[in-house]
Nanobody, 115 residues
Framework: QVQLVESGGGLVQAGGSLRLSCGVSRSIFRFNAMGWYRQAPGKERELVARISIGGTTNYVDSVKGRFTISRDNGKNTVYLQMNSLKPEDTAVYYC?????????WGQGTQVTVSS
């Protein structure tokens, strides 16, 4: 059974930082690139950061230089370090493989950035 469990969200002021964590089923983690996605109210879910099995990272332009994705292969965990947060980063954040497993989204973790 696929499990994706996100944590670490919260309320932070603009300019602040948060670190998100996602525990992933080993069967998924070992053989796939992983991504952090977000969905803001009224908007579609978007991929904001991706990390390959080998550690190559990619980011959407809006978070480049502020967010850092990483993976701990020993813990089957993916992280998203978010610095210099902006109100427009407010969203529910999810992790999933890239491309995502359509039927396996976790509950997500809410990130709210106040101005």
């Amino acid at each position: 059974q696929v499990q994706l469990v996100e944590s670490g969200g919260g309320l932070v002021q603009a300019g602040g930082s948060l670190r998100l964590s996602c525990g992933v089923s080993r069967s998924i983690f070992r053989f796939n690139a992983m991504g952090w996605y977000r969905q803001a109210p009224g908007k579609e879910r978007e991929l904001v950061a991706r990390i390959s099995i080998g550690g190559t990272t990619n980011y959407v332009d809006s978070v480049k230089g502020r967010f850092t994705i990483s993976r701990d292969n020993g813990k089957n965990t993916v992280y998203l370090q978010m610095n210099s947060l902006k109100p427009e980063d407010t969203a529910v954040y999810y992790c999933n493989r890239d491309p995502p497993l359509a039927d396996s989204w976790g509950q997500g973790t809410q990130v709210t950035v106040s101005s």
